[in-house]
């Protein structure tokens, strides 16, 4: 098991922070966020699809319609989740969540503790956690 973190100094850290996260999970394609509210999901993973080439302008958050589909800069599909106003796990099974979770495209997810039950072994799980000076530290494991 490897440990892994990036911190995130500030807001213009991101596009480094980005670059240097999307070199470390090498082929691991659901990524969970965890984090409490405020700490910079949605900010981070704008900046991981504006580092694939993600029209900035399109992305958003997907807090009410829970997942929207981007395409990168190389044409592929990217899954943004956000299960946030989720209640009950049926809600997820219903939006076909193994459809695109078993799609082999990038997924990235903002708060999977509301459907963990339904996250995959392979799910690479990230925490976010804010610092004193308003910094970021993302940190995870992988089996690799």
């Known amino acids: 098991m490897k440990q892994h973190s990036i911190t995130i100094r500030d807001l213009a850290d991101l596009p480094r922070a980005a670059k240097a996260f999307l070199s470390e999970i090498g082929e691991n394609r ?15 993973t704008t900046a991981l699809c504006k580092e694939l080439g993600v029209r900035e302008d399109a992305v958003s958050s997907p807090t009410f319609a829970i997942v929207n ?44 503790e509301n459907i963990e039950p339904l996250l995959p072994e392979e799910t690479l799980r990230v925490r976010i956690a804010v610092g004193a000076d308003g910094s970021r530290t993302l940190s995870w494991e992988d089996y690799s």
């Open 30 to 44: 659901i990524v969970a966020f965890f984090a409490p509210m405020g700490a910079g999901k949605t900010t981070f």
């Open 69 to 112: 589909e981007y395409r990168t800069a190389a044409g592929e599909p990217l899954f943004h989740f956000d299960f946030y106003r989720i209640e009950h796990l049926e809600e997820a099974l219903d939006i076909g969540l193994y459809d695109y979770l078993d799609s082999g495209c990038l997924c990235l997810i903002e708060w999977p």
